[in-house]
């Protein structure tokens, strides 16, 4: 791995370029709506195991397959559940991903070993003429080196990435920011969330009838060590920056208070815009509504270690909507330490 990494805009001509590398077997990364990802042929295992090697992941945790079109589930799964059909038809092409049975055409390495395959149709224009022109389904995890925040801009790419790969596609900021909900289907058909994103899970709910939809034990509890998970993602440490960080559940006053008894060199506070004016400490904010929350949180993340803080107090987000997914992404990134005021 050393590439004098090129970095492509989206234009025509660079995304031949882009589609013509994949095509080679080779790793670009790409943007989406949520978060950049570091694309390989899926169908490739050698391609497939250089994502691998670029990112240092652990060879056990799935990679999801990114398609054209939503007939290319057919050619990839065994079997479409019908709610799996129903979503497809409310949230596609858009930040949804389903885990399904696979065909064999899907290569182990690319599944992580599982029997099980999770598919996604984004709607990022660049994404979907990538995936068009190179002629194959992409396997893409987020473009960030294994633990560390996923990469929001190409730029947070390039950080990670340079030498590693011969080339970004720079498609702008991810409008989501946060990777994709993922879902997958028990045998009774029921949708089980098993990592929150912008399709929340009121929306799934909303689609598939209430009775219809659960989460996960995994999205907001911490796994013991040895304990069964239905996802792997769920058991690795994720979206860290190097500070420690801890998520403070309370108002506003006794969150000051906290940080006033707690303060020192290298401790930075992570508020929400309106907490800001009048703040007496070292802060950062990330915004108010979830949707923002999202969009902001690893970008934020990022700038914590450029700004050399150790110790990070956030503000516990909202858990509804959106706002689950940037809950579960903060909990990992903080290590499950939670202090209710
Ligand atoms: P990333 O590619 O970094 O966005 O992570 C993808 C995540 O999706 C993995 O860490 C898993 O948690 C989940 N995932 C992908 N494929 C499967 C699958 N076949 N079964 C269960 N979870 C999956
Ligand atoms: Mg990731």
Not at 207 to 225: H, M, P, Q, R, W
Request: hydrophobic share 40%; with cysteine; aromatic share 8%.
């Amino acid at each position: 791995m050393n590439y004098d990494t090129q970095m492509l805009s989206s234009s025509e001509e660079d995304i031949d370029k882009a589609a013509e590398l994949l095509k080679k077997g080779m790793v670009v990364g790409i943007p989406t709506e949520t978060v950049y990802g570091l694309a390989a042929d899926a169908l490739n295992t050698e391609a497939v195991a250089l994502i691998f090697k670029a990112k240092g992941r652990p060879q056990d945790n799935p990679l999801i397959v990114h398609i054209g079109e939503l007939s290319d589930i057919y050619k990839y799964v065994t079997e479409v559940p019908e709610n799996a059909l129903k979503l497809a038809d409310a949230f596609w092409p858009g930040p949804l991903t389903m885990v399904m049975p696979k065909k064999d055409i899907i290569p182990m390495v690319t599944s992580g070993g599982l029997d099980t395959v999770g598919i996604r149709f984004p709607v990022h224009p660049a994404a979907r003429e990538i995936i068009k022109r190179s002629g194959c389904p992409l396997a893409a995890p987020s473009a960030n080196l294994s633990g560390s925040p996923s990469p929001t801009t190409a730029m947070h790419v390039f950080k990670d990435m340079n030498g590693r790969i011969p080339a970004i596609v720079d498609g702008g900021d991810c409008a989501v920011g946060v990777e994709s909900t993922v879902v997958s289907f028990d045998k009774d058909g029921k949708v089980r969330l098993l990592r929150p994103g912008f399709v929340s899970l009121e929306d799934i709910k909303s689609i598939v009838g209430d009775n219809n939809a659960l989460c996960a034990k995994g999205v907001t509890e911490k796994i013991s060590d040895g304990e069964r998970v239905l996802s792997p993602g769920m058991k690795y440490k994720h979206y860290s920056p190097k500070a420690n960080v801890t998520i403070l559940c309370g108002g506003m006053d006794k969150f000051t208070g906290y940080v006033s008894a707690h303060n020192g060199e290298g401790v930075c506070s992570m508020i929400f815009d309106s907490d800001a004016d009048g703040f007496p400490f070292e802060y950062i904010t990330y915004g108010d509504t979830s949707e923002e929350q999202a969009r902001r949180l690893f970008s934020v993340l990022r700038s914590i270690d450029d700004m050399g803080a150790v110790q990070v107090y956030a503000r516990c987000p909202d858990q509804t909507g959106v706002g689950l997914a940037v809950y579960n992404r903060l909990l990992r990134a903080a290590g499950f330490e939670v202090v209710n005021l």
